[in-house]
């Protein structure tokens, strides 16, 4: 899971680059799956497959990037590395695939420069825990998150992506999400956390989202969207900074309905953001769209809260 989101957080920030959200792409983990219909799903024309093999401290994994009109591959490749070489891995897979773009679409960006050599493997991995918690949205499963984002905060002290985790989850441990911590006591911690990611990490878009969702507790809500606007440009394919801001435009219900519009596009699979749009579309009576899209959300997960 690790590696498939630190590829996607990589290749994502790319802004001439549509790359659908990590929840929509895992919601085909681990399924007999058709590369075709995969990508009219998620309104791709490329798909990006592979899997990961672990025999002690090493690690081979396997790449292809496909074209799905044509079912033809634009490019494959296997690493076998040692564990201590995994970011450098997943650098060189991103790497690939934008070559592969490059030449087969005419694609033309470069890759941002990466310094994950001083990253600590172990805090890592107790933040992906965290990240897999976190996404089932209640409290018992946010309250296990923190507790991995706090240990990997122990780990290494200085590691922004554990501390924007932990502000994460603190605001969704209020009492207005999925906890019982009085608000204001949350709002405190969150913003205390997202202070410590932004220091050795000031372009961390999911950082710039936490700060914005809590500007608005006091009542001004117009403050949030400078950090939203923030977040977009830092990652233009953040599917939930689009929702967020959507949230914002009370007066402007057609920009409001853009921004969940563009949501849907990059996270198609997201429960969340097909709720919010489909929740608007019946305020402006558009209820055969709305119907539509209720249905898709069952097809997704007919047992959510939200559907």
Do not use: C
């Not at 494959?76 to 970011?87: A, M, P, V």
């Not at 007066?251 to 596009?265: D, S």
Request: zero cysteines; a negative charge.
């Amino acid at each position: 899971d690790g590696i498939s989101e630190e590829i996607l957080n990589v290749l994502a920030k790319l802004p001439s680059l549509k790359v659908t959200s990590r929840s929509s792409a895992f919601f085909f983990k681990d399924k007999d799956i058709n590369i075709s219909e995969v990508a009219k799903t998620l309104g791709v024309k490329n798909v990006l497959e592979g899997s990961v093999r672990k025999a002690g401290n090493r690690i081979r994994i396997t790449a292809q990037l496909i074209e799905a009109e044509s079912d033809t591959h634009l490019w494959s490749e296997t690493y076998d590395r040692e564990l201590t070489d995994i970011f450098v891995i997943q650098d060189e897979i991103a790497a690939a695939i934008v070559t592969a773009l490059k030449s087969h679409l005419g694609f033309n960006a470069e890759l941002a420069a990466r310094d994950m050599s001083k990253v600590n493997l172990e805090a890592h991995n107790e933040y992906l825990q965290g990240r897999f918690y976190i996404e089932n949205r209640n409290q018992a499963d946010v309250e296990k998150a923190l507790m991995h984002f706090e240990k990997a905060i122990q780990i290494d002290a200085n590691y922004a992506l554990a501390w924007m985790g932990k502000g994460w989850a603190n605001h969704y441990l209020n009492e207005t999400n999925y906890g019982d911590v009085p608000l204001e006591t949350a709002s405190a911690k969150v913003k205390a956390a997202i202070e410590k990611a932004l220091q050795p990490a000031p372009h961390l878009a999911d950082a710039h989202v936490v700060l914005g969702v809590i500007e608005g507790n006091g009542g001004h809500v117009d403050n949030r969207i400078p950090h939203f606007k923030k977040a977009i440009e830092l990652n233009p394919n953040y599917a939930d900074a689009y929702v967020w801001y959507g949230l914002t435009l009370f007066n402007q219900p057609q920009l409001r309905l853009a921004k969940f519009r563009q949501a849907i596009q990059l996270n198609p699979m997201s429960i969340v953001a097909n709720s919010n749009y489909a929740h608007d579309l019946i305020l402006y009576g558009q209820i055969d769209e709305a119907r539509a899209v209720q249905k898709r959300m069952l097809s997704i997960n007919a047992t959510h809260h939200f559907t």
